[in-house]
């Protein structure tokens, strides 16, 4: 299953969610883009959005508007469809609607993986090799990983320093998987002072010693955070 996080409100991109990509709303433009892989629900937090997702033919949950991360929402989102425990579920950022189906289709392999090992804790997402130039973009969040392709950090600034002059970067993509069960546990955890200090809820995970298994995979597509990144997607995939 794979549930689209969704909120209204944008500090940097009032409404982003809702802004016209080709002659359909980023989110409608997301769910239609993976619809094909499994069934798409998407999670918001306003009437206007379960209104749109409503008027394509997308299915829809409301959900809190107090959560303060995507990955809480899509937890509420399974518990009221009432996902069984060890089920996948992917979580597709809203403001990704150029994702590859081949980047979702290689993370489900992952995860079928990590539940045939019997993992006590699935969790995984993708990155790509990104050049010297993008890693400086704090917008785009930058993941080192261990020699078993754990994450070990993920940064806004770039990582690892390059004091050598030989040092690679590599980007984060925001899909995360996760089983129903893994999912409740993440949710479960207490906020971690590196979470508030990056906003970035993965570190959640990392801080109280859970692993995130990562997947590098070849990707164009980006997440939309500005207005700027709306135009530049638009030019480079022609809508």
Same mark, same amino acid.
């Not at 299915?59 to 518990?79: F, V, W, Y």
């Not at 609607?97 to 995984?124: D, S």
């Not at 704090?138 to 990582?159: C, E, G």
């Not at 692993?211 to 990144?229: C, P």
């Given at each position: 299953?794979?549930?689209?996080?969704?909120?209204?409100?944008?500090?940097?991109?009032?409404?982003?969610?809702?802004?016209?990509?080709?002659?359909?709303?980023?989110?409608?433009?997301?769910?239609?883009?993976?619809?094909?892989?499994?069934?798409?629900?998407?999670?918001?937090?306003?009437?206007?959005?379960?209104?749109?997702?409503?008027?394509?033919?997308?299915?829809?949950?409301?959900? !809190?508007?107090?959560?303060? /991360?995507?990955?809480?929402?899509?937890?509420?989102?399974?518990?009221?469809?009432?996902?069984?425990?060890?089920?996948?579920?992917? @979580?597709?950022?809203?403001?990704?609607?150029?994702?590859?189906?081949?980047?979702?289709?290689?993370?489900?392999?992952?995860?079928?993986?990590?539940?045939?090992? @019997?993992?006590?804790?699935?969790?995984?997402?993708?990155? @790509?090799?990104?050049?010297?130039?993008?890693?400086?973009?704090?917008?785009?969040?930058?993941?080192?990983?261990?020699?078993?392709?754990?994450?070990?950090?993920? !940064?806004? !600034?770039?990582?690892?320093?390059?004091? /050598?002059?030989?040092?690679?970067?590599?980007?984060?993509?925001?899909?995360?998987?996760?089983?129903?069960?893994?999912?409740?546990?993440?949710?479960?955890?207490?906020?971690?002072?590196?979470?508030?200090?990056?906003?970035?809820?993965?570190?959640?995970?990392?801080?109280?010693?859970?692993?995130? /298994?990562?997947?590098?995979?070849? !990707?164009?597509?980006?997440?939309?955070?500005?207005?700027?990144?709306?135009?530049?997607?638009?030019?480079?995939?022609?809508?």
């Amino acid at each position: 299953m794979i549930i689209i996080p969704a909120r209204l409100a944008s500090t940097r991109f009032p409404e982003k969610v809702l802004a016209d990509i080709g002659g359909l709303p980023m989110v409608i433009r997301t769910a239609k883009r993976v619809e094909g892989i499994d069934r798409v629900v998407v999670a918001c937090d306003d009437e206007k959005i379960l209104d749109i997702c409503a008027q394509y033919g997308v299915e829809a949950r409301l959900t !809190s508007t107090t959560h303060k /991360s995507g990955t809480d929402r899509i937890n509420e989102c399974a518990q009221i469809i009432d996902v069984p425990d060890d089920e996948l579920i992917i @979580n597709v950022q809203a403001d990704e609607p150029f994702i590859e189906t081949e980047v979702l289709e290689l993370l489900i392999e992952r995860l079928n993986e990590l539940k045939k090992q @019997n993992a006590p804790f699935i969790m995984a997402s993708c990155y @790509n090799a990104i050049n010297t130039e993008s890693a400086q973009d704090p917008n785009l969040v930058k993941v080192i990983t261990d020699a078993d392709h754990n994450a070990i950090y993920f !940064s806004r !600034s770039p990582i690892p320093f390059n004091r /050598s002059g030989e040092a690679n970067y590599f980007g984060h993509i925001g899909i995360y998987g996760f089983t129903k069960k893994s999912l409740h546990d993440f949710c479960a955890l207490g906020e971690a002072p590196l979470e508030d200090i990056e906003k970035l809820e993965q570190l959640r995970a990392l801080y109280h010693g859970k692993k995130i /298994s990562m997947i590098k995979v070849a !990707s164009a597509g980006f997440g939309i955070d500005t207005v700027e990144d709306l135009e530049r997607a638009k030019k480079i995939f022609g809508v």
